[in-house]
């Protein structure tokens, strides 16, 4: 088969590795997601789309391993950086795997973890305050929205509306003063300064934070763990997104099959339809 030609990781430099949920039934035998694999080396230099190389039973430290060790040394030569999410397992999977290769926490990832944070700052703020969730007209709830919403995209009238909530709730100001620097980090045009403003964000947050900072002390904490992995974009420039594609395109397929029940039917039927394949495939 094509999949199987011994050239078909051939210049493969760069990989993307996320996770990705294919049925939604429970009691079929097989694991609920797979771990799938995408070559990013195109996007990278330019040269075509990111193309589906495999998806893996399970989204684990072992699924990923052995898919690893199943490659021979050429290809563990070769790879010098893996894109991926936050989860340990794979960064675990990589670092054993591939010593010689860079992980990159994903950007996207980074800030969403920023506003999870920021967001259970402001739901503990609000029962403190009201002793109830949020409801229309409490101040908090009212700039749920804008509180996520990038600084430079508000309006003014928002604007006056945070500035308000935030001379309030000090906590609330000081988890979101983090949240908009780790979008400006990555955002700054100038990548040298951009990683330096994202260090400096980092380090900041690290040490011993006043009491009433809980959720910035555990953003802080996460964070600095992972923080080579996330200076590691500014010298790489390398993201999930395309990976985060390839899921979309995947949920597509699946809503045009009504589903899949044979998880190695799914597997294949993935990538002839994200893999590069068709023109590879002879049927007779």
């Known amino acids: 088969m094509a999949f199987d030609r011994p050239g078909h990781l051939d210049g493969v430099r760069s ?9 939604h039934r429970r009691g079929q035998g097989d694991p609920d997601f797979v771990t799938v694999i995408v070559d990013l080396t195109p996007v990278i230099e330019g040269t075509g789309p990111a193309r589906l190389l495999d998806m893996v039973a399970g989204r684990s430290k072992a699924a990923l391993t052995g898919w690893l060790e199943a490659r021979d040394q050429q ?15 794979y960064r675990t999977a990589t670092a054993e795997s591939l010593p010689a290769a860079r ?17 259970m700052c402001r739901q503990r703020i609000q029962q403190a305050t009201h002793g109830h969730r949020g409801r229309v007209g409490d101040l908090l709830y009212g700039i749920r929205r804008i509180l996520l919403t990038r600084s430079d995209l508000l309006t003014e009238r928002q604007r006056k ?20 620097e780790l979008i400006a980090a990555y955002g700054n045009p100038d990548k040298r300064a951009g990683k330096l ?3 400096t964000c980092l380090e900041r947050i690290r040490p011993g934070l006043p009491r009433g900072l809980e959720e910035l002390a555990q953003l802080g904490r996460s964070l600095w763990r992972r923080r080579s992995e996330i200076l590691a974009y500014f010298d790489a420039g390398v993201s999930n997104g395309p990976v985060e594609a390839i899921n979309g ?12 029940r044979n998880l190695t039917h799914y597997i294949w039927r993935s990538l002839i339809h994200s893999g590069q394949l068709q023109d590879r495939i002879n049927a007779l």
């Open 103 to 119: 992980a990159v926490m994903d950007p996207f990832h980074v800030v969403h973890l920023a506003a999870e944070k920021l967001t």
């Open 75 to 89: 290809f563990w030569d070769r790879v010098q950086i893996v894109a991926m999410d936050g989860f340990t397992g």
């Open 197 to 199: 403003a994202m260090f």
């Open 15 to 23: 990989l993307g590795v996320d996770e990705h949920k294919w049925k």
């Open 161 to 180: 509306r945070l500035e308000g909530a935030f001379a309030a709730h000090v906590a609330v100001d000081v988890t979101a003063w983090c949240h908009q």
């Open 249 to 260: 395109r995947l949920e597509h397929l699946r809503g045009i099959a009504l589903g899949f």
